[in-house]
């Protein structure tokens, strides 16, 4: 790979090809380009290490980050890329793979935060008809996993606690997620397989099918998922960690407006619990990109995040 040595960034056309999730499409930016720009020379570098280790020309790249971090357009820069330069790539989106559609994915979410929190009272003796009542109104109003109750009523804090350790061992576990079934379809990729099957997963219960997808001139499978980097599977060569706070994170995901409830102290909570997923699995990225577009080493990243 000593020729791309000297790699510039070609032009890119209006459209180039996305993550295989039905109904996901994003719009490509100069942030998706940026970052892409700074990955690409050390991801080539990479790719040439794993090339020589593995000597089948079969490499698995994944970019994660949060929800909203800007993975599915730097993915897809990354994938335009490699393509252009004759490395065949194709991007499988991890957002194919839960074990439920995103409304029944949500409301599963929701369900095991309030049945943990409901648990917790009951379980510490501080469960009462009437304090169900304030929960009760709190859930219809969507604030229930609202922090900020714990300082009108001292004992929500054991409702916030147990909702938070049930969905904690929902979110990026096997419980939501099909780990097995994208490591399935990492290990046809090694071996060699010219055609795999992949599940398509849209956002309604009659959208889910498979594609007989070709794979015979394909040496990189680019996998674009927040659990991209998680330890429930096996078989990425080179993790990708795009980090976003938060807050950027919401702001992307407030943009796109893809689901209800955006803004939400539920979903907030959500992206808290991905986010400190995410930077317990970082030491195991290649390669860690912050918000202003800079390369980390690992090291460096955990200062950045005062760990």
């Known amino acids: 790979m000593q020729e791309f040595k000297n790699w510039k960034p070609p032009i890119l056309p209006k459209e180039i090809e ?4 039905p109904g996901s ?3 490509i930016t100069e942030y998706h380009i940026d ?3 700074k990955i690409f020379p050390v991801l080539l570098e990479e790719i040439e290490k794993v090339k020589n280790e593995n000597g089948n020309g079969k490499v698995v790249v994944s970019v994660s980050g949060c929800s909203g971090a800007g993975k599915s357009g730097i993915a897809a820069v990354l994938s335009y890329y490699l393509n252009d330069i004759g490395i065949g790539s194709y991007i499988l989106g991890g957002d194919n793979y839960p074990r439920r559609i995103p409304e029944y994915n949500d409301a599963e979410r929701l369900h095991l935060f309030r049945e943990g929190g409901l648990k917790e009272l009951v379980e510490s003796g501080e469960y009462t008809k009437d304090r169900f009542d304030i929960i009760h109104k709190l859930q219809e109003e969507g604030e229930d996993a609202d922090s900020e109750n714990i300082k009108k009523y001292s004992w929500y804090k054991s409702y916030i606690n147990g ?3 049930a969905l904690k061992g929902y979110l990026g576990t096997e419980n939501e997620l099909a780990f097995k079934e994208v490591e ?3 290990n046809r990729f090694k ?3 010219d055609k795999i099957w992949l599940k398509r997963m849209g956002r309604s219960s009659t959208q889910i099918w498979y594609d007989e997808v070709n794979f015979k001139n394909v040496g990189v499978l680019l996998i674009e998922w927040t659990h991209g980097n998680s330890d429930y599977f096996k078989g990425v060569d080179i ?9 950027e994170t919401l702001k992307y995901r407030l943009l796109r407006n893809r689901d209800c409830g955006i803004d939400s102290p539920f979903t907030t909570m959500v992206l808290d619990i991905e986010q400190e997923t995410l930077i317990n699995q970082a030491h195991k990225a290649k390669i860690i990109i912050i918000p202003n577009g800079d390369r980390l080493s690992y090291e460096e990243y955990c200062k950045y995040i005062g760990m």
């Open 239 to 247: 993790p990708i960690l795009i980090h976003s706070t938060p807050q």
């Open 35 to 37: 970052r892409a720009n």
């Open 25 to 27: 499409k994003v719009v």
């Open 184 to 186: 399935d379809v990492i």
């Open 191 to 193: 071996a060699g397989a």
């Open 18 to 21: 996305q993550a295989d999730v």
């Open 163 to 165: 909702g938070y350790k």
